[in-house]
T-cell receptor
């Protein structure tokens, strides 16, 4: 089954403790992206990747890192999480870019205390 | 001003009614996405269109590139259509920018 898998689905952690949210897709998609969703602000793009070793900033990249060492994986790293990064995070992929149908993961709800 | 504006923000309808959700954008685009987010939180892609009209079951999406406007229509609405509907556009490069979403509630 074609899917985008995020882990963990839920995480409560404390300020400053490094964490990684994993994202994996099994569709051989070139484009992958991370978004955060906050009430009143909607979805906002954090980072995206056009292919292996090619990443670029979205609208809200501060406080986040990403890497794309393999085509199927695109982890989101919070090196020193802060409470303002408490949010619902989505990973998505598409065949070649943002002008292709997007496939979303189920979301990761992060709470930073 | 946001690059993508949706209206209305909230919409309540009775089962069977015809629903229209609007999306206006301020940038040149190559395509526009309509997404659906159910109460459980998952997001699915409904349509991606760059011109004209697309139809899938009771859902119809239209776009007018000259007027920078798109509409999502739901015919014969049903309570299971209750969800947040989100419009998104690629404003340049490979970014994606979203509207704030329209919360639709369809009552039986």
């Amino acid at each position: 089954e074609a899917q985008v898998t995020q882990n963990p689905r839920y995480l409560i952690t404390v300020t400053g403790k490094k964490l990684t949210v994993t994202c994996s897709q099994n569709m051989n998609h070139e484009y992958m992206s991370w978004y955060r969703q906050d009430p009143g602000l909607g979805l906002r793009q954090i980072y995206y990747s056009m292919n292996v070793e090619v990443t670029d900033k979205g609208d809200v990249p501060e406080g986040y890192k990403v890497s794309r060492k393999e085509k199927r994986n695109f982890p989101l790293i919070l090196e020193s999480p802060s409470p303002n990064q408490t949010s619902l995070y989505f990973c998505a992929s598409s065949r070649t870019g943002s002008n292709q149908p997007q496939h979303f993961g189920d979301g990761t709800r992060l709470s930073i205390l | 001003k946001n690059e993508v504006e949706q209206s209305p923000q909230n919409l309540t309808a009775q089962e069977g009614e015809f629903i229209t959700i609007n999306c206006s954008y301020s940038v040149g685009i190559s395509a526009l996405h309509w997404l659906q987010q159910h109460p459980g939180g998952g997001i699915v892609s409904l349509f991606m269109l760059s011109s004209g009209k697309k139809k899938h079951g009771r859902l119809i999406a239209t776009i007018n590139i000259q007027e920078k406007h798109s509409s999502l229509h739901i015919t014969a609405s049903h309570p299971r259509d209750s969800a947040v509907y989100i419009c998104a556009v690629p404003p340049g490069g490979s970014r994606l920018t979203f509207g704030e979403g329209t919360q639709l509630t369809v009552n039986p």
